[in-house]
Structure formats: C-alpha cells, structure tokens
C-alpha cells in the first residue's frame, strides 16, 4: 500500500480503450500498459478522467484491474485506482473492491453535481478514509462544479488515511496556500503548470499527457527534484506545445487519438458523450507530433 512518503513523481493516468462498437478493448489495454510501463514512471492510475471514469462500469474496471496486475506482475509499480463517485456510499464500496483487487492507494474526487456543502465534503472523505485503505484526494472544480477552499482541502488533507492530493484546480492558488503548512504531497493534476507546481514544491504529477513523452516528463520531474530548474524549465518548454493540444479538446478524447494513431490502441473510440476529437485538432496533433517524435 501507498504511503504519503512514497507518493511522489510522475503518476500516468492509463486511458480505457474501447473498441468501434464502445465495448471495452481489454488486448488493447494490455498491450498498451506492457509498452508504458518499459518507462520508469512512479506509478499507474486506472480510472482516472483520463480513463473515461464516468463511462466505464465498476465491474470493467475489475477487468482492468486484475489485467494492469498481470502486465505489472514483473516491475514492482504503485497501481492507483480510481473510486470516487458523488455517492460516499458508493465511494466507500468501491474503495473497499479496489483494496480487495490489489490496488495501493484510491483517487477519489470531490463530489460532483450535488453541490454539497463543504462540511458534507469533508464527511464524504473522512468516510472514504475510514475504510483503511489509502486514499488520494483529487480537486478539479473545472469538472466537478464544486470548488473547496485551501482551508477546506487542509481539513481533508488533514484526515488519517489521506495521503495527499492531485490537484487540478486550474491554478496554482491552491497549492500556494497549502504547501507551506502541509506534510502531505501534491501532485500537479493540470499538466500545463507542473513547473510552476514542481517550482512551489510539490511532489510530482499524475499527468495525461505523460502518456506520450514519458521520458521528457519523467526528466523534467528528476531535473526539479535535483533543483536544476533551469534545465527543467528547458524540458518542460518543449512539452508545452503537445500539452496544449492535448487538452485543446476534453482530455482524454486527443490523447487518444495519437496513441490509437500511433498504433498503440486499436481505436480512438470514446464513450458517447464523449466524442472524437475535432479534424483540425486532429491535423494540428500529426503535425506536432511529427515535429517533437
Ligand atoms: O486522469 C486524470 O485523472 C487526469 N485528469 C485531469 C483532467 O483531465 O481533468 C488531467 C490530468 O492530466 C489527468
């Protein structure tokens, strides 16, 4: 299991990819995490937003699961699952399934759509924690409509059994308030300000895009955390480009564009309503990635 002083680095959330008819494509998946986890990373995240969460059935992600286990079997890899809904209830039995199925750590996300109160937030994390597993706590208002404040996100931050936070509050606000006062890591989940969030003190990043340029990403984490940030500045300037074209359209519809383009995943389907991505984008990414490959 997770703990708060190994949650550090370059986390890859995997996308779930599905076939022509949008059943899922468990080969693909295979074949996909093999080759990604030749890189070095500090660890995989399935069912993430980058994994179609919202679509993608409890019961699949067991499939996926137990097959990210068989492909990591060999390299000993922190696996993170997400099982955050806008249930608690919910939340609280899928972080106990994903305990069960061999998981390190949850990501659960602030919940989404009911617009709790920030009190009622705090409740739901505190009883995702009770369950005993260790869970990461993930902001990301722009999806979720709700968004904590620093003293809210230190509460929860505060709770035994949180080890830390992704966040992808849009900004860097948040993590300028949290960071001085908290033991626990965060990890940049806004892949366009991770050197300013590595530059501030966090602790690495769960990143999409790292899925494609792994080792660049994985160089610019190293080149911080030795403090040469001016090399890191470097390599983080060449990704920038790829970055903002992957997040040009909802993530993760680009993403999986290229890497179905580049061969890795059989299709490029999305679960309806997530939809392909755009034929201009779709010209602009070949074009990039012709450039940067
Ligand atoms: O997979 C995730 O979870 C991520 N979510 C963010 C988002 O799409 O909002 C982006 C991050 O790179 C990974």
């Known amino acids: 299991m997770l703990s708060e002083n190994d949650l550090h680095g370059i986390y ?26 030749q890189h070095d990373m500090d660890g995989i995240v399935l069912n993430g937003t980058t994994g179609e969460s919202p679509t993608t059935a409890w019961d699949e992600v067991g499939r996926l699961a137990e097959a ?9 890899l922190p696996l993170v699952i997400g099982s955050g809904t806008n249930s608690t209830a919910e939340s609280v039995r899928r972080t106990e399934a994903a305990g069960l199925w061999g998981a390190d750590a949850v990501l659960a996300v602030t919940p989404y759509y009911s617009r709790p109160s920030e009190e009622g937030v705090i409740e739901h994390f505190r009883r995702i924690a009770s369950v005993g597993f260790p869970v990461i706590a993930y902001e990301v208002p722009s999806r979720t409509g709700v968004t904590l404040s ?7 931050l505060d709770l035994d059994g949180i080890i830390g936070l992704k966040d992808a509050s849009g900004g860097t606000s948040l993590a300028e308030k949290l960071l001085p006062n908290c033991q626990k890591p965060i990890l940049c989940g806004e892949d366009a300000h991770l050197l300013e969030m590595l530059q501030l003190g966090a602790a690495g990043g769960m990143l999409a895009s790292a899925n494609v340029h792994t080792t660049a990403f994985l160089d610019v984490y190293a080149q911080a955390a030795s403090g ?6 470097a390599t983080f300037d060449r990704l ?6 992957l997040f040009r359209e909802s993530n993760p519809a680009p993403l999986k ?6 061969g890795h995943i059989a299709s490029d389907t999305l679960r309806c309503p997530m939809a392909r991505i755009s034929d201009a984008l779709q010209e602009e990414l070949s074009a990039l990635s012709e450039v940067i490959a």
């Open 150 to 156: 620093a003293e809210t996100m230190k509460r929860i």
């Open 228 to 233: 040469n940030m001016s090399l890191a500045a």
């Open 257 to 262: 564009w290229l890497l179905a383009r580049q």
């Open 240 to 245: 920038l480009p790829l970055i903002r074209l």
């Open 12 to 37: 890859v959330p995997v996308i779930t990819p599905f076939d022509t008819q949008e059943r899922l494509d468990v080969e693909s998946f295979e074949r996909y995490l093999t080759s990604l986890i």
């Open 68 to 76: 990210a286990r068989a492909c990591m079997r060999s390299k000993a």
